[in-house]
């Protein structure tokens, strides 16, 4: 396991990872998308380096060192290899079909069951490149005075050979060969899918990844070309909390997919159409039915580890599960003491804000109160958002000035040491007053 890249986010080789990138014609290509990762792993080996020898990151090397935490390729990579190479490959099939229905997709017509539709050999791919369907440039050529509104971007639109639109980049393909059947994974964690392309203002991600779904890609490298466009579905994959009816409407409608999908689901919605006007309207219906959404959790659920940075909520159901704090790798499952001086004051626990994340520290390990495990599985005093303080924040106990009345930057009193005003007055001292 110690060469693996990274422990939590992509515990895989980087030979695991390099077979898993879609083939391409040029060479190099694969080793050009495997960069991306071994640089975000390169720096999170120095920031946990830093940390080690008790040196105080700047932001941007935190920024650097912790971007794997939201990275959304990490996240994909680690949660559907999980799914692919479980139990060395037996059955991948199966794990594959409980995800696909649980992003609520029924399988082709021609197969009763997800598992014979994607029975033989199945392959996952990572940044698929998928061209942009000639008659989509062709339409936007004869509208660019509607969609391309900026004068000199609609001057390069009119040159001749113009590039209308490149290709579209799918963050993940499952395919199997044998039936043509696929599944193209879009990845959302904290980003939101963009609105427009340099030469169309209304052409949209999601629009978009639905649109070469629907092209057939015969000049593309095997097994690429054996995609069958009738038989492709796209899934959705976001954070539980940002789909439909599992946290209120409100909040899935605070992205623009959270709009957007639910209209592009429902058949009898006109605004697929309105997007992809160059698209034939049975096409885009039937095609709507062939739309998922699926979440981290729905992995985490279906292979129990798929996604590590996900923990099980006690008490919240089976399946449900919440995301682990943003402890850093080299400090998690260590102890500390209320927030004092065993690490330095901007890696304390009391430092670790609670967002919609979750659960940030445990309280009461086995030393008794005061104590904690950053990163632990959440337990009967569990901090999470609205719920108990943090460790070594004002109502900690172990926070509390113990110092006698007249002692040295005493305060004689048993409230909060952050209140003790001992600070002010050594201040005060070294200012003479």
């Given at each position: ?8 986010y ?58 794997m ?41 021609d ?13 996952l ?13 062709a ?25 209308l ?14 039936s ?12 939101d ?6 030469f ?16 057939a890609?015969p000049?593309?490298p ?21 789909q ?49 959404w ?12 798929a996604?590590p ?16 704090p ?6 998690r ?35 008794g ?47 909060p ?17």
């Amino acid at each position: 396991m110690s060469d693996v890249l990274h422990q939590t986010y992509l515990p895989f080789t980087a030979e695991q990872l390099r077979e898993h990138f879609a083939p391409v014609a040029g060479p190099g290509e694969r080793d050009r998308h495997l960069q991306y990762y071994l640089a975000s792993v390169e720096e999170a080996r120095k920031y946990d380096e830093l940390i080690r020898h008790g040196a105080r990151p700047t932001r941007a090397q935190t920024r650097l060192g912790r971007q794997m935490e939201k990275d959304e390729r990490f996240w994909l990579a680690t949660a559907l290899m999980r799914l692919y190479h479980a139990d060395d490959g037996i059955g991948r099939e199966k794990l594959f079909a409980r995800l696909l229905e649980r992003a609520g997709l029924r399988p082709p017509p021609d197969y009763p069951r997800w598992e014979d539709a994607l029975a033989g050999a199945l392959d996952l791919f990572f940044e698929v490149n998928l061209p942009s369907p000639g008659r989509y440039r062709a339409w936007l050529r004869d509208h660019l005075a509607e969609r391309t509104p900026i004068p000199y971007l609609k001057e390069q639109a009119e040159a001749p050979g113009a590039r209308l639109e490149g290709t579209t980049k799918a963050d993940a393909m499952l395919l199997a060969p044998a039936s043509g059947v696929a599944v193209i994974f879009e990845a959302k964690v904290l980003s939101d899918i963009s609105t427009h392309v340099t030469f169309d203002l209304a052409r949209n991600q999601l629009a978009r990844s639905i649109d070469v779904m629907l092209e057939a890609n015969p000049t593309l490298p095997a097994p690429l070309s054996l995609r069958k466009p009738e038989r492709t579905f796209l899934v959705l994959l976001t954070p539980t909390l940002t789909q439909p009816g599992r946290a209120g409407e409100a909040i899935s409608k605070s992205t623009l997919y959270g709009w957007l999908m639910p209209a592009y689901k429902d058949p009898n919605s006109s605004l697929l159409r309105q997007h992809l006007p160059h698209r034939d309207s049975h096409q885009l219906t039937e095609s709507a039915e062939r739309l998922g959404w699926a979440s981290w959790e729905d992995c985490h659920a279906v292979v129990p580890g798929a996604c590590p940075w996900l923990t099980t909520s006690h008490g919240a159901g089976d399946d449900a599960t919440e995301l682990d704090p943003s402890v850093p790798q080299s400090l998690r499952g260590k102890r500390v003491r209320s927030g004092r001086a065993r690490y330095p004051p901007w890696r304390r626990a009391s430092s670790y804000a609670v967002g919609w994340f979750g659960v940030i520290a445990q309280n009461g390990g086995p030393d008794g109160p005061g104590r904690g495990t950053l990163g632990a599985p959440p337990g009967p005093l569990a901090f999470r958002a609205g719920g108990l303080p943090l460790p070594g924040g004002p109502s900690d106990p172990a926070r509390r000035c113990r110092r006698p009345a007249g002692s040295p930057a005493g305060c004689g009193s048993r409230q909060p040491g952050w209140r003790s005003g001992g600070r002010t007055r050594r201040r005060s001292r070294r200012q003479g007053r």
